[in-house]
């Protein structure tokens, strides 16, 4: 799914729970100690943020004249791509300082509470949380400190509510998602058997490989001499895209809307701009490992993660808003926050986005030649209008569907800003993150930021308010009658929200292709030109999304663990792999 991350708007302190202050702790600029939530999010206790007495596992923090350090990598940002890079480090011995700007963590996988309803911050649609397989990488990155968080499996991952009356619910087996599938459109049987084997052959390939970093030799040699047959079924999808094979195979143009929707949910553009592998990891992982849902609710990831990593010896700092990488001689070697304090490290990893790290964090002048490429092939995906609502239980029919996507009268109308409605009840599958007798309604929809810009504060509420209001009557019309009626609790954030509160580039979550691209081959990956800097997050291969975050983080610890000495690498091995990596890059 989509990163499709909500936030409230501008007045309301995002991120920070919204509690009684009697009853939730005032944060601490440094997690030395949190104490973990019994059964998540859902159900902190005071104190589930930062313990009023530090244990045994909190490190002092090391002076260096003119500020604190050397770690062995700072991490600007605690989305899920960051806390992934960080633990992961952290559990191969290094020393890592992860710097957020807000007062917990999580970015887009947050959480905020109001009312005694427990909101998401983004989406609720959780893969790579299984216990099977190689890509459970949410579960794999919290097993790597210790951590471990009870799940509730969800039957199906999305109804669809398509034009001409297509309805079409994804199953979580298998057999019955294909089943319903050809029962819509049975001249196409075997065009949509080979296009979802196609996604298993991929799939399979690599949920048999163990994940690590593209860029780092000594890994890709053994993988391959290894399971060669995988390799090279990898090599070949690399540079394809989900639409192309999907077009060599099906012909029936309603069916063909229905798989660029299918990736759309993945990568917010069509099947023609998605890349296959992508598309094969969400296509099937859905049915491999499962949608499981995280008891207490999605921000409970990001805070075991932030507790495992302390308790491995390293410290995440809140309310540390970083301004500047700081660089010598072409080295980055720390970050400036902006009350002027500087911590240094043997490298930076950078989760903001790759436009904000070379736009804002670098002061150069010029940009890179391959961060000019990369703007080249790549412009900033939409935004989202996300609106968060406590329903009365009522409103919803018995045996409702956690997940639905809505796009009524329109195929072209898909891609187009609020044309498309994505929309999650996790209380479906945890009652317990609303009071007794109500839902909880998580809707997103696309916007660029260019819609809300040049408003007056009431003209930007007026159109909040209006926007808002016509998406409502949309699902009123379509899932549930009287919802309007059944509201107790609304609150909307709009792309401008999005960027102000969680340092989004203009609201955007990851590159769009330009044109059509070739596959993956033309996103960049963890290493930058910046000697000591690498990116990590939706920026980066292999993109958007709960599992592709994650998948980057494990390869950027990965690799930079590499180039600090707790990985065997090959240095002459390692020089020519980068250089062919951005050669192909430059060509896509």
């Not at 004249?65 to 600007?76: C, F, K, L, N, S």
């Not at 909880?440 to 003209?459: C, M, N, P, Q, Y």
């Amino acid at each position: 799914m989509p990163p499709l991350a909500a936030r409230l708007h501008a007045p309301l302190l995002l991120l920070a729970p919204a509690v009684p202050s009697a009853s939730f702790p005032r944060p601490a600029t440094r997690l030395c100690a949190a104490s973990r939530p019994r059964g998540g999010v859902g159900r902190f206790r005071r104190g589930a943020l930062a313990s009023e007495k530090p244990p045994a596992v909190a490190v002092a923090v090391a002076e260096k004249a003119g500020g604190e350090g050397p770690y062995d990598a700072i991490v600007i940002g605690s989305g899920i791509g960051g806390l992934v890079a960080a633990t992961q480090l952290a559990a191969k011995g290094a020393r890592v300082l992860v710097l957020e700007k807000y007062l917990i963590p999580g970015g887009s996988s947050g959480y905020y509470r109001r009312d005694g309803f427990t909101f998401d911050v983004g989406s609720s649609v959780m893969f790579g949380f299984s216990d099977k397989g190689n890509l459970n990488l949410i579960t794999q990155a919290l097993e790597a400190v210790g951590r471990k968080m009870e799940v509730l499996p969800d039957p199906s991952t999305v109804h669809f509510h398509l034009p001409g009356d297509l309805s079409v619910l994804v199953h979580r087996k298998y057999e019955d998602f294909i089943n319903e599938l050809i029962s819509k459109f049975p001249h196409e049987k075997e065009g949509i058997l080979k296009f979802y084997d196609t996604c298993w052959k991929i799939f399979n390939s690599l949920n048999s490989l163990e994940l690590k970093s593209l860029e780092e030799p000594l890994y890709l040699f053994g993988q391959f001499f290894q399971k060669p047959l995988e390799c090279l079924t990898l090599a070949y999808y690399l540079p394809q895209n989900a639409g192309d094979i999907a077009r060599k195979l099906i012909k029936d143009q309603e069916l063909l809307s229905f798989i660029d929707a299918e990736c759309f949910i993945v990568s917010t553009v069509n099947a023609l701009k998605t890349p296959m592998i992508n598309a094969s990891m969400v296509l099937c992982d859905r049915h491999f490992g499962g949608i499981n849902y995280p008891v207490g609710g999605v921000g409970g990831i990001a805070i075991s993660l932030a507790d495992g990593l302390v308790e491995k010896g390293s410290e995440i700092r809140y309310k540390a808003n970083v301004t500047n990488v700081i660089l010598e001689n072409g080295k980055a070697v720390g970050v400036r926050l902006s009350n002027g304090k500087e911590f240094f490290a043997k490298t930076v990893i950078s989760n903001a986005t790759r436009w904000d790290t070379f736009g804002k964090l670098l002061k150069e002048k010029e940009l890179p030649e391959e961060e000019k490429n990369f703007q080249k092939n790549y412009v900033k995906a939409p935004s989202f209008l996300s609106i968060h609502m406590g329903v009365k239980a009522s409103v919803l029919p018995a045996g409702t569907d956690c997940h639905h996507f809505v796009l009524e009268d329109n195929w072209n109308n898909l891609e187009k800003s609020y044309g498309s409605i994505f929309l999650s009840i996790p209380t479906v599958l945890d009652p317990s993150l609303a009071p007794e007798g109500h839902h909880i309604l998580h809707v997103f929809t696309t916007a660029g930021i260019e819609d809300w810009e040049g408003l007056s504060r009431k003209e930007y509420e007026e159109k909040k308010e209006a926007v808002t209001s016509e998406i409502i009557r949309r699902l009123e019309k379509k899932l549930f009658p009287g919802l309007q009626d059944s509201i107790v609790l609304k609150e909307v954030g709009s792309p401008k929200t999005h960027r102000r509160f969680l340092a989004r580039n203009d609201g955007t979550y990851g590159p769009m292709p330009r044109g059509k691209p070739k596959g993956l081959m033309a996103m960049p990956f963890n290493t930058t030109s910046i000697d000591g800097l690498y990116c990590v997050g939706d920026s980066c291969f292999p993109g958007q999304g709960v599992i592709a975050v994650a998948f980057s983080g494990i390869m950027c610890a990965h690799r930079v663990a590499a180039d600090i000495g707790l990985e065997q690498k090959s240095p002459v091995l390692d020089a020519g792999l980068l250089g062919l990596l951005r050669w192909f890059r430059t060509l896509a």
